[in-house]
Nanobody, 122 residues
Framework: QVQLVESGGGLVQAGKSLRLSCAASGTFFSINRMGWYRQAPGKQRELVALITSDSRTNYADFVKGRFTISRDNVKNTVYLEMNSLKPEDTAVYYC????????????????WGQGTQVTVSS
């Protein structure tokens, strides 16, 4: 089983920064893609940023130039550095990981964290 635990959310003023972390634990062979998603009240969950195992990144247009995703493959941790935060960034942020459980199989599963609240005041 694989567990993802997020941390780093909170209340911050517009224009400030926050850094989210998500650590994966459990029994698995390797982690492929990791990512951050968010869900605001009354809205669908949306992609924020993705990072591959070799650190190629992809961002939603609404965070380009403000957010940076990175990962530490030794610590099995993904980070989201959020700068120039806006009130519309207020949401629950979820970590996701595509995990290869066994070395003898390429099969993988997606796992999600429990979410961390980010609130940006104007």
């Amino acid at each position: 089983q694989v567990q993802l635990v997020e941390s780093g959310g909170g209340l911050v003023q517009a224009g400030k920064s926050l850094r989210l972390s998500c650590a994966a634990s459990g029994t698995f062979f390797s982690i492929n893609r990791m990512g951050w998603y968010r869900q605001a009240p009354g809205k669908q969950r949306e992609l924020v940023a993705l990072i591959t195992s070799d650190s190629r990144t992809n961002y939603a247009d609404f965070v380009k130039g403000r957010f940076t995703i990175s990962r530490d493959n030794v610590k099995n941790t993904v980070y989201l550095e959020m700068n120039s935060l806006k009130p519309e960034d207020t949401a629950v942020y979820y970590c996701s990981a595509n995990v290869r459980l066994r070395g003898w199989s390429l099969a993988s599963d997606d796992y999600w964290g429990q979410g961390t609240q980010v609130t940006v005041s104007s």
